[in-house]
C-alpha cells in the first residue's frame, strides 16, 4: 500500500501563472477528493470525483479552478491565473464507495506559494 | 456551515484525560475525527453514523448525539503521541461531502 500520492510537494509562484498539481491514490479506491487548507484552519472541500465523473464541486470556488480525473485514477488541479489569495495546502485525498461513510486517507499535500 | 470546535486548543499532561466537542447547526449523516501532525497529512480516527453511537479506538473514543446535532471526541490517559490537531468532519447530506471544523490543537506534555 504506497498510500495517496501528490505531487510536487511546494510549489512557488508568481502571481498570474498557472500551476498544476498531480494526485495519485490508493489504486483501488474510486472516490477521490481535492480540499484547500491554509494555516490554523480545517480542510476545506474544494471537489469530489466517483471514478471519473466530478460529482460535485464547491460553490465557493473559483473558474479559475478546475480538476480532471480522465481515467479514473490520478487527477489533477489547475489554477489559473493565480493570486496570492490561492497560496494554501492543497490535499487530495481517496476512499473506496464500499459504503456510504468511509474513511479518508489523505496524500501530504501540495503547499503553493503565490508571491 | 463549518462546524465549531472546542476547545480551540489545549494542553495535558500525560496520562491526563481529554474531551473535545464539535457541534453543528445543521443536522448531521455523519461525524468524522481526524488528527493532523505538524506538517503531515490528516490521518482518520473514526466515524460516526447518525444513531447516537459510541465508538472505541483503544484509548480514544466518541460519541454522536443526533438531537444536539453534536460529537465529543474522548481520550483517556493521553500519551505523547496524541499531540496534534483534532478536526471533526461533518457530513450534512450524507454525500460524502465533509465540512471540517477549525481544529483543535492538543499538546501533550511529559
Known amino acids: 500500500d504506497t498510500g495517496v500520492s501528490q505531487d510536487p510537494r511546494h510549489k512557488i509562484t508568481k502571481r498570474g501563472q498557472n500551476v498544476t498539481f498531480r494526485c495519485d491514490p490508493i489504486?483501488?479506491?474510486?472516490?477521490l477528493y481535492w480540499y484547500r487548507q491554509t494555516l490554523g484552519q480545517g480542510p476545506e472541500f474544494l471537489t469530489y470525483?466517483?471514478?471519473?465523473?466530478?460529482?460535485?464541486k464547491s460553490r465557493l470556488l473559483s473558474d479559475r479552478f478546475s480538476a480532471e480525473r480522465p481515467k479514473g485514477s490520478f487527477s489533477t488541479l489547475e489554477i489559473q491565473r493565480t493570486e496570492q489569495g490561492d497560496s494554501a495546502m492543497y490535499l487530495c485525498a481517496s476512499s473506496t464507495d464500499n459504503a456510504v461513510h468511509e474513511k479518508l486517507f489523505f496524500g501530504s499535500g501540495t503547499q503553493l506559494s503565490v508571491l | 456551515q463549518q462546524p465549531v470546535q472546542s476547545p480551540q486548543a489545549v494542553i495535558l499532561r500525560e496520562g491526563e484525560d481529554a474531551v473535545i466537542n464539535c457541534s453543528s447547526s445543521?443536522?448531521?449523516?455523519?461525524v468524522h475525527w481526524y488528527r493532523q501532525k505538524h506538517g503531515e497529512a490528516p490521518v482518520f480516527l473514526m466515524i460516526?453514523?447518525?444513531?447516537?453511537e459510541q465508538k472505541g479506538h483503544e484509548k480514544i473514543s466518541a460519541s454522536f448525539n443526533e438531537k444536539k446535532q453534536q460529537s465529543s471526541l474522548y481520550l483517556t490517559a493521553s500519551q505523547l503521541s496524541y499531540s496534534g490537531t483534532y478536526f471533526c468532519?461533518?457530513?450534512?447530506?450524507?454525500?460524502?461531502?465533509?465540512?471540517f471544523g477549525t481544529g483543535t490543537r492538543l499538546t501533550i506534555i511529559p
Open positions: 445543521k443536522a448531521l449523516y455523519s
Open positions: 460516526l453514523l447518525k444513531g447516537g
Open positions: 468532519g461533518t457530513d450534512n447530506f450524507g454525500n460524502e461531502k465533509l465540512t
Open positions: 489504486s483501488e479506491h474510486n472516490r
Open positions: 470525483f466517483q471514478n471519473e465523473a466530478q460529482l460535485e
